[in-house]
């Protein structure tokens, strides 16, 4: 049963791949740069045997260190830490590179029922708000559409636009624009 | 609830002196007319709340238009009126074209009346005047329907000194809905909140205004009287609600939702009953924006590859294709005389106001900025008003559509962003 799921999965995420892919659309000129993002190198074991239940919230923001018990999705040095896929302008395909990240969230997902995700889909600030914000749509649907086919449950996770409205980076340069075309995936308690 | 309530304020009270637009004339048109507005006599005695006289306001007006050139007056003695013998070669002599003489006296009910009489020096005739009754807060009002009026007389044209326009002001993290005089005078908030707000819309009557507001963490369309302090909801479904358009009768709204999967038009009354849906599409289609005969449904879709202006018939039928050039045309707004779209194209990288006339298919580029949004014609189909950001701030420029005539509108410690002119005063 665990194969016939893992070969299911693989197929649907074969055909979600190809179908995501707008073959029509030649890809967009100078913006077609790659997000500067690093993804963070899996930690040591952290996810180990949690040894005394979590009580508190972390609001200070900071990166304390791996600490036994921390819910991997909280643990800076997770795999889990990274939330954001990233695109080119007016695009909404997953590229291949955040496919293992978007992998990973649902596994987590999939173990851990209880848990639900907010997917934020945004855009850079050219172009149309309104139309920015369909775009965000689309953007954080097509993450959320992975995820559920990868096993998470629709109850689990929300998929929302942001539009243009919230950029993360400020500023009408390149790099801003790279930055804010941008789906984040935050997990209860963090939106 | 309590948290919306304490997130969302309502200020109606004027603000503050400093968050009001100010407005630069950045270009003309090409030939202006000429025009003499004598000081009213007695008009001294009768000020706005910022020491304008009624003569200064309607000055101001017709400068900002870009069609007329205000002639410097000297103080003239015995002081001209509505009533006086004009004296033409002397009117003529200073390169006149156009003369307003008038008057202001005081009523022994407290109010006052305002005469006028408007000239054409060159014919040497009168082309008619108007006598006002008003109160000390009608000055600017009854200033504007002077300019309306001589505007009218002389282009032919329906003056908009009268009208109102909203647009949000961005400060920090605060986003203000405001509404103000067309000459960014008598700003009032009608929305502040923590959250974005964007897209208004005035309906028909000039009486409410739809917006979307991310208030409660996602888009969701509202509906607010302009005078009465209280949110209605329109649209709050499963995913973003927006783009909210009235229809020319103002009983129905098109709005976009993604309830049913990717962004799609739909149709709603403005209390939000009787939803209805209008496009079927595998892509986005969102902006709908409703012809003045009410008969077409203009809109941006990708269901070609990338995002296009379309349009369709409110009665039914297929979509059709109305932009070809470039990779990206957004935001389409039909001219209230129907003839031409102004919408937002990509060219060669920057993202500018277009013009397109319907009936020849002819395309230009009006604006040379690099991040124009948001046009929406003056309801005499002259302007355009649009955001776009100079030196890394948000302001508001109004466009002529032959290009020439530019004005920016801005706010001190702020971005100005998504204007909508409101319609001409019944």
């Not at chain 2, 649009?386 to 701030?393: K, N």
Request: hydrophobic share 40%; with cysteine; aromatic share 8%.
């Amino acid at each position: 049963m665990r194969i016939l799921l893992s070969i299911l999965i693989a197929a649907t995420l074969a055909a979600c791949a190809t179908t995501e892919t707008p073959g029509t659309q030649p890809p967009a000129g100078v913006e077609d740069r790659k997000p500067g993002t690093v993804q963070p190198a899996p930690g040591p074991g952290t996810q180990g045997v949690p040894s005394k239940p979590v009580t508190g919230v972390d609001l200070t923001g900071g990166k304390p260190a791996p600490t036994p018990g921390v819910p991997p999705h909280r643990d800076p040095a997770s795999v889990l830490a990274a939330r954001s896929v990233y695109y080119d302008f007016d695009r909404y395909d997953i590229k291949d590179e955040f496919k293992p990240l978007i992998e990973a969230h649902a596994a987590y997902l999939r173990g851990q029922p209880e848990l639900k995700m907010l997917i934020q889909g945004n855009t850079d600030e050219r172009g149309s708000r309104e139309y920015n914000i369909a775009l965000g749509q689309r953007r954080s649907e097509g993450v959320k559409r992975m995820l559920l086919l990868l096993g998470a449950r629709e109850e689990q996770v929300e998929a929302v636009s942001l539009g243009e409205e919230k950029p993360k980076e400020l500023g009408h340069t390149e790099e801003a624009w790279t930055r804010n075309r941008r789906s984040d995936m935050l997990y209860t308690g963090e939106y | 609830m309590r948290n919306l309530l304490a997130a969302v304020l309502f200020a109606f009270a004027a603000c503050s002196a400093h968050a009001q637009l100010s407005i630069e004339i950045t270009g003309a048109g090409a030939q202006r007319i000429p025009i003499a507005i004598a000081p009213l006599a007695g008009e001294g005695a009768l000020l706005d709340p910022s020491g304008a006289t009624i003569g200064a306001i309607v000055r101001a007006d017709l400068e900002r238009s870009g069609l007329f050139r205000s002639l410097e007056i000297p103080r003239l003695v015995p002081q001209p009126t509505e009533a006086s013998v004009v004296n033409y070669a002397e009117w003529r002599a200073r390169l006149a074209d156009a003369l307003v003489l008038g008057s202001v006296a005081a009523r022994p009910d407290g109010r006052f009346e305002v005469r006028f009489r408007l000239y054409d020096v060159v014919k040497q005739t009168a082309l008619g005047g108007v006598a006002y009754t008003l109160t000390r807060e009608q000055v600017r009002a009854t200033a504007h329907r002077i300019a309306d009026y001589v505007y009218e007389k002389l282009t032919g044209e329906k003056g908009v000194f009268s009208t109102r326009i909203a647009y949000v002001v961005k400060r920090g993290e605060r986003y203000e809905l405001q509404v103000a005089d067309a000459d960014g005078a008598n700003e009032q908030a009608m929305l502040v909140s923590n959250e974005p707000i964007i897209s208004p819309a005035w309906s028909p009557d000039g009486k409410r205004l739809a917006y979307v507001s991310f208030q409660n963490k996602k888009p969701i369309v509202y509906v607010q009287d302009i005078e009465v302090p209280k949110q209605r909801i329109v649209a709050n479904f499963k995913g973003s609600n927006s783009a909210p358009a009235w229809s020319p009768d103002g009983k129905r709204l098109a709005l976009a939702l993604t309830r049913d999967g990717n962004s799609q038009i739909y149709l709603i009354d403005p209390d939000g009953s009787n939803l209805q849906r209008f496009t079927r599409s595998a892509g986005i289609d969102t902006e709908p924006f409703f012809s003045p005969d009410g008969d077409w449904l203009y809109f941006t879709s990708d269901r070609g590859g990338s995002p296009q202006i379309y349009r369709m018939a409110l009665r039914g039928g297929d979509a059709q294709r109305v932009t070809f050039e470039g990779g990206y045309n957004v935001s389409p707004r039909v001219n209230p005389d129907g003839a031409s779209l102004a919408y937002i194209a990509r060219n060669g990288g920057r993202f500018q106001l277009a013009l397109l006339e319907l009936a020849t298919r002819q395309t230009q580029i009006l604006t040379d900025s690099d991040l124009d949004e948001s046009p929406s014609f003056a309801p005499n189909g002259r302007l355009i008003l649009l955001a776009t950001i100079v030196a890394g701030r948000g302001v508001l420029t109004a466009v002529s559509a032959d290009g020439r005539v530019k004005q920016r509108l801005s706010v001190t410690a702020g971005d100005v962003r998504e204007p909508a002119w409101g319609p001409l005063n019944p």
